[in-house]
């Protein structure tokens, strides 16, 4: 055996041969950890490989050099066919209402039970180098590790479905990605395959208007809802079944950022969403959820006016409450990107106890899907017992055996069920997993249930439950999209179902896609669309949010600049729990009226507005004006409803933006440590809606 602590004779000669000199010296003298190939022999040179002569043939025998671009050939495994890019970490979930009457599954049978779980969130459409900021669904995956074993509910942040049949899934998913010809655009909807196949596509619709919504471009993960979409079912002990919807409600609140803002942000840091979940994380600033659930019997489900089973379709919160049962915190970040985030593996299929299907059709479609996904992307049917993918507190004991990459060297030679040797696993009937019996009966064929076929009421609903801000968003996102499309017909054929949808919406679209006549509406599969009461738990701007907590303030400075103004900025923002930025023309430091050097996070050039949710214009001198960088931060902050506080010394940065004499509450002016409070206080609400209308257009 290797001796790790031997050096060997003619060291100095092998650090000069090497090239790694002083760092290989103090290794060494440290008594640091060896460098292994793969079978464990240590390695005595890792920058030159095995030469004959000084610039002499490379050696097949260099089983080193080998060993080490073999297995850096083989790091990439096949992205998700969706969902590619994505981000995770562990966490706790924590019980605080206990369900022992409604369902047997583990996480709820004791309030203040803990569980163990997993979380990736993602987006759907763009490739796993692709930016955080797309206009896309995101990716809500909930891995609970319970001593039953693994559950998983595989959501979105959007509570319904583009479309009914899994059937259509292939196709839905090949029209938003890249044209199979040019391959781009990457990460857009804004595309003529997607609009092609939405605009004949009617039950879309409902989910399109979420996807036009600002639903699809979240501030960050941390406020975003999570949705486990379909109905699901709670079993208890004495079999009986309850109807289940999952709801994840953030702590933080929801936020959207804006088109333009999501645009800019993707330029100036791509790794948002990650970046602010990573360092929030971090900092020990852990984001939490609420669980809440929906749950009604069949009676309701008789009376409610759409199909529960229908993944287009969602129930109303005030029509059914969602009761809060439990609290998400994610409390750890990964070790490592790939062998957690990347190699974990969600199935909707993956229940336990107390948890069943219902028959949705997507969902029993996707029950399939997952499971044979992983298969290609991890490369064999042992990824369960990759850790992360492996269930905690529980044992795992079957006769599965061999397969690629397997861990397990099960002892005895019993691999089978009913053995007489006395040995092995058997099945439970009572603890084991038993499904909901369901009856069930009718022809076998390709049909839709025809309580399926209302495309536009929901959609409908979500559009008339928006504040007018909203709703002004939703028009430009369709009119960007479809002005990407460039068959005339497409666009035409969306108006038609915007018609279905609400008249003004689509008269909008067509004034300003420019579309000489109205078309007729589309043929809707139901004659009429019932006109639903709004329902004001959809929108994210009602009600107002009231905390700047979590929240990022960006303070552009420059050489002598007001330290006890800023000082009291500083306070105040964190008494709020928020956080702050400094900008400055020079990222070495930027001195204060008394002299003191400040430290700068970012320079002004890579630290636009977008990335913060309310900005400080607090420069020493007049002169940012000349700045391109600084006109653009302070437009931007503007045109993006920002709230922004303003001292003297930024009037001609003001005048450059054209804000001069611009009376409105989210223009503050900082005469004073006094006016701090007041215009942090304002920053609670985030925007500043009512400045929107000033451009209007
Ligand atoms: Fe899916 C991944 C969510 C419909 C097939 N899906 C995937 C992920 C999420 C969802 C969050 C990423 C999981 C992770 O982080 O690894 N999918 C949904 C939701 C749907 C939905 C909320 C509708 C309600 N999905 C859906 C259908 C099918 C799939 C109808 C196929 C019939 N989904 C997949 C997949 C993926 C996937 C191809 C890609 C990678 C993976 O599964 O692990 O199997």
Redesign the pocket.
């Known amino acids: 055996m290797t001796d790790p602590t031997r050096q060997t004779a003619d060291f100095d000669a092998l650090i000069s041969a090497t090239g790694s000199g002083g760092e290989l010296h103090q290794h060494a003298a440290e008594g640091g950890r060896r460098l292994t190939t793969a079978q464990g022999v240590v390695i005595a040179d890792n920058q030159n490989s095995l030469r004959v002569g000084a610039p002499g043939p490379t050696l097949m025998e260099d089983f080193i050099l080998r060993e080490k671009i073999f297995h850096f050939d083989h790091e990439r495994i096949p992205e ?4 590619a890019r ?1 981000y ?1 970490a562990h966490g706790t979930f924590t019980c605080t209402r206990a369900l022992p009457d409604v369902t047997r599954a583990a996480p709820f049978d004791t309030e203040g039970k803990e569980t163990e779980v997993f979380v ?1 969130f ?1 987006n759907v459409a763009g490739n796993k180098g692709s930016v955080d900021l797309a206009r896309d669904l995101r ?3 909930v891995k609970f590790y319970t001593e039953d074993g693994n559950w998983d509910i ?3 942040n959007i509570p319904v ?1 583009f ?1 009914q049949d ?1 059937i259509k ?1 292939p196709d839905l998913v090949h029209a938003i990605k890249p044209a199979p010809d040019r391959d781009f655009p990457q990460a857009q909807s804004a595309h003529d395959n997607f609009w092609d196949f939405i605009s004949l596509t009617p039950e879309a619709m409902h989910t399109v208007l979420w996807q036009m919504s600002d639903r699809a471009i979240p501030r960050s993960f941390t406020t975003m809802e999570g949705f486990g ?2 109905t699901f079912r709670f079993v208890n002990d004495a079999g009986a079944s309850t109807f289940v919807k999952f709801f994840w409600k953030p702590r933080m609140g929801l936020q959207s950022v804006l088109w333009d803002e999501a645009v800019k942000t993707n330029g100036a840091d791509p790794d948002r969403h990650r970046r602010d979940l990573w360092d929030a994380i971090d900092r020990g600033d852990f984001p939490e959820w609420d669980l809440g659930v929906q749950m009604f019997d069949q009676s309701f489900a008789d009376s409610f006016a759409f199909d529960v089973l229908d ?1 287009t379709k969602l129930i109303p919160e005030e029509d059914c409450p969602v009761e809060i049962i439990g609290t998400l915190r994610l409390d750890r970040n990964v070790d490592n990107f790939f062998a957690e985030t990347e190699q ?3 199935c909707t299929a993956n229940v336990i106890p107390g948890v069943d299907f219902t028959n949705d059709p ?2 029993q ?2 029950n ?3 499971l ?3 298969l290609k ?1 991890l490369g064999g049917p042992n990824f369960t017992k990759l850790p992360v993918n492996a269930p905690k507190g529980c044992p795992v004991s079957n006769y599965q055996q061999d397969g690629h990459m397997q861990t397990d060297a099960r002892k005895g030679r019993v691999n089978y069920e009913p053995n007489g040797w006395g040995e092995g696993p058997r099945a439970h009937p009572l603890e084991g997993y038993v499904s909901y019996k369901d009856p069930v009966s009718g022809d076998k064929a390709r049909l839709r249930p025809a309580s399926f076929a209302d495309h536009y009421s929901q959609a409908r609903q979500f559009y008339i439950s928006q504040t007018s801000s909203e709703q002004d968003h939703i028009l430009a996102a369709f009119v960007f999209e479809l002005s990407k499309c460039k068959e005339a017909a497409i666009r035409e054929r969306m108006v038609a179902h915007l018609l279905n949808v609400d008249a003004a919406l689509a008269q909008n679209v067509a004034d300003r896609l420019g579309l000489p006549d109205l078309p007729q509406p589309a043929p809707a599969a139901r004659p009429t669309r019932t006109d639903l009461a709004p329902s004001p738990a959809l929108s994210i701007q009602n009600p107002a949010p009231d905390s700047f907590a979590g929240r990022i303030m960006g303070v552009l400075l420059s050489d002598g600049f007001d330290g006890a103004l800023l000082a009291a900025l500083e306070q105040a923002v964190r008494d709020e729990g928020g956080l702050l930025r400094f900008i400055a023309p020079r990222i070495g430091g930027v001195s204060c009226s008394n002299d003191n050097l400040h430290a700068v996070t970012d320079q002004i050039a890579g630290g636009p507005s977008v990335l913060f949710d309310a900005v400080g214009i607090l420069p020493g001198a007049p002169g940012l004006a000349d700045n391109p960088a600084a006109v653009d931060f302070l437009s931007d902050a503007f045109v993006h409803c920002k709230f922004i506080g303003w001292v003297d010394d930024a009037s001609d940065l003001i005048d450059a933006c054209a804000l001069t004499g611009k009376e409105e509450a989210g223009l503050c002016k900082l005469d004073g440590p006094e006016a701090v409070m007041p215009f942090v206080a304002a920053c609670r609400s985030l925007r500043h809606w009512p400045r929107e209308d000033a451009f209007a257009s």
């Open positions: 998700r066919v969706v969902h994505g995770g990736r993602s990716g809500f995956a595989v959501g979105n479905f479309i899994p899934f979409v379909h993944p974990v593996a969600f997507l969902l479609g996707r399939f899907s997952y044979d996904t992983q992307r």
